[in-house]
């Protein structure tokens, strides 16, 4: 008898969830969408092309040279223009579109679409006295705040690319961005806020632009009046130039393929990727799969991503989908802690957000804190759940649903990544069932398939690579000046095949499950164990709130499974002591999956390391695994955490 593993265990018992009657009544996308796109997959891009407005129309669809592409040939837009003017010209000008949220307890603002126009075009107007030109790039290294959201669609206004950098990211960071893109401004604040101290951006941006000659002016947001270093004649506060501007500016159109931002992606080696976002393609498919996936209604949603802009979700679904869409969003500048543990819950109290946006890594640690905090507020206005970031283990998947959504709320699980643009893999809430801890199939207009190592279809069922086949209009245009390593990264393990990197498996019911990084897939003894199966064993615990695994090198195995894991409450509220609740959580996991997955180690520590936008930084634990010296902890939202994880582990080793 074959042993199922955890992960298809899971999904062959877990319940499905059929959309709401009320829901599905009323949806604005009904299964008839999938037949019409596997009918004609360009003529139903077109269609949701004609959501937005077009100065020029197209002559064609798409030029697909592969692995290039041109979609929406000889068309022209303005993508500000179809963010913000096309619906105040339509009346809604007085719609709030974003209800801004500052960490410090009441420092709030309300931008309607007519105000958020006419900052946007006063911005656009200083960008041009600065001298920035359609064409040119422009680096923007803010905090949350909405000065981050006015510059990108100032940008975008005047046809000029932004490259938005993460504001926890360093110096050096910073020179190799701006170098790389050739930005000739860089707009950035004297600071932000994070967990209630002020901290610095501009002494970063100082430092770099000391090695960035090019650069040759800085537009400085006051945020927290901190005391900065000034260069005379290069920078600028933004209230001095920018309030001065006249406060209309007439846009130009210009051709779909207008470069829209760069936004670079690192990885453990090599430098930073510039990946390639044009204009229509990228801003149809964001509003289209906006308004299907959540099945927006913009004249009564309250709408909320809470990722950071730095990141691709808060250009796509914080900023250019929601505003294509003329909806009402909030935009959150602090932690999900400040203020204290229910912050996020009464937001959506105060706001009444119908439709949240987050990441699996934010759902477990509101799991970890406990039921009580989001059962003392009114949560009663969400309407839809969605999750990014990474594949969602079932048990996070029903609490989310349970906990925060009263058992009536959809949870649309996503795939996608910052090289896709937007969306690929979805449910849509009022056509879709939902199995816990599936993005259960691709989106109409998206061509997924799952190949094994030889490039061929797995067909119906059976694991292996996941790859797209056909084009899609948000599709990178390729890595900023490095032709070759588009090519290579993208395109070349799989000829006439873009493959992202990701490991997919389809179920005996042909439901898509999302296994995370192939290079997160162990060989455990010749047997291919990926570390999310192995989380979501431990997670299923009751007593696990959250579980980070990787691999590590083992003179016996080849690779061994070593997991680090917070519980809820504390290591003190464990019946047993650390030690032996490892030892049952080995046996849980060889229960769930099959002694083969059982850790060679698990430590259990209070937090596990992440990044400031939440993700778990699992090359950290690799360095730990692996006794390693720990490399670089700078985009950390607490570098004590690998710390205190590298003593307990080498404690562990003195023991033996």
């Keep these: 008898m074959t042993q199922q593993t955890g992960l298809e265990a899971l999904s062959s018992e877990s319940r499905r969830f059929e959309p709401p009657a009320d829901l599905a009544a009323k949806a604005n996308v009904s299964a008839d969408a999938y037949e019409q796109a596997a009918a004609d997959r360009l003529a139903f891009w077109a269609e949701q092309a004609g959501r937005l407005e077009w100065a020029t129309p197209w002559t064609e669809i798409v030029d697909w040279q592969p692995p290039y592409a041109k979609w929406f040939v000889g068309g022209t837009l303005n993508v500000a223009v179809n963010c913000l003017d096309r619906h105040v010209a339509a009346g809604n000008g007085e719609r709030v579109a974003l209800h801004w949220v500052g960490e410090p307890d009441g420092d709030t603002r309300d931008l309607t679409y007519a105000e958020l126009l006419r900052q946007v075009s006063m911005t656009a107007n200083a960008l041009t006295e600065l001298g920035v030109q359609a064409g040119d790039r422009v680096c923007i290294y803010l905090p949350m705040v909405p000065e981050a959201v006015i ?5 975008a206004r005047i046809g000029a690319a932004h490259s ?26 004297d600071g932000g806020y994070r967990r209630g101290s002020a901290s610095a951006l501009k002494p970063a941006v100082d430092e770099a632009l000391e090695r960035c000659p090019d650069v040759t002016a800085v537009l400085v ?22 309030d001065r501007q006249p406060e209309s500016h007439s846009a130009q159109a210009f051709d779909a393929e207008q470069p829209l931002f760069l936004l670079y992606t690192s990885g453990t080696t090599g430098k930073p990727k510039g990946i390639l976002h044009t204009s229509g393609g990228y801003l149809t498919q964001c509003a289209w799969t906006h308004w299907a996936v959540f099945d927006l209604k913009p004249e009564s949603d309250v709408y909320w991503c809470t990722a950071d802009v730095g990141w691709v979700t808060g250009h796509s679904y914080l900023v250019y989908g929601p505003l294509a869409n003329g909806v009402t969003q909030v935009m959150y500048e602090g932690t999900p802690d400040a203020g204290g543990r229910d912050r996020w819950w009464s937001i959506v109290e105060q706001y009444k957000v119908s439709i949240l946006y987050t990441a699996p890594t934010a759902i477990r640690t509101f799991m970890k804190w406990g039921e009580d905090l989001p059962g003392g507020r009114d949560l009663s206005s969400l309407r839809i759940l969605g999750s990014v970031g990474e594949p969602i283990n079932p048990e996070a998947w029903m609490w989310y649903r349970r906990v925060i959504g009263g058992d009536r709320c959809p949870v649309v699980d996503t795939w996608w990544q910052t090289e896709t643009g937007a969306m690929m893999v979805s449910p849509l809430p009022g056509v879709t069932s939902c199995k816990p801890g599936s993005a259960m199939g691709p989106l109409p207009g998206i061509s997924v ?18 790859t797209l086949d056909e084009p899609w209009p948000a599709m990178l245009r390729g890595i900023w000046n490095d032709d070759s390593r588009y090519r290579d990264t993208y395109w070349s393990r799989f000829p006439g095949r873009y493959f992202a990197g990701d490991g997919a498996k389809w179920d005996d019911e042909h439901v898509l499950w999302l296994l995370g990084r192939v290079d997160d897939v162990m060989n455990i003894s010749g047997h291919r164990i990926s570390t999310t199966e192995v989380e979501s064993a431990l997670v299923s615990h009751p007593k696990v709130a959250e579980a980070a695994v990787v691999g590590a090198s083992d003179e016996t195995t080849g690779q061994a499974i070593v997991a680090f894991v ?18 049952e959580l080995r046996a849980h996991v060889a229960k769930e999956i099959g002694p083969i997955a059982k850790p060679r180690q698990i430590v259990i520590s209070p937090e596990l390391p992440k990044t400031r936008s939440g993700k778990i930084m699992r090359r950290l634990l690799v360095d730990i695994a692996e006794r390693r010296e720990l490399g670089d902890v700078t985009t950390l939202a607490d570098p004590a955490v690998v710390q205190a994880i590298d003593d307990t582990m080498g404690a562990a080793a003195a023991k033996g």
């Design 151 to 155: 510059s990108m669609l100032a940008c």
């Design 164 to 189: 938005v950098v993460f504001g926890g990211f360093s110096a050096q960071a910073l020179v190799d961005r701006i170098t790389d893109a050739g930005a000739k401004v860089v707009i950035t604040a």
């Design 221 to 242: 947001v006051k945020r927290t009046r901190q005391d900065v270093a000034w260069a005379e004649g290069r920078d600028h506060w933004w209230a001095d130039l920018v």
């Design 449 to 466: 398939d799952v190949v094994d190592g030889e490039g061929r279809s797995v067909g119906e069922t059976g694991g292996g690579f996941l």
């Design 566 to 583: 917070t519980v809820k409450g504390t290591v003190d509220d464990l019946e047993s002591g650390g030690d032996e609740f490892a030892q």
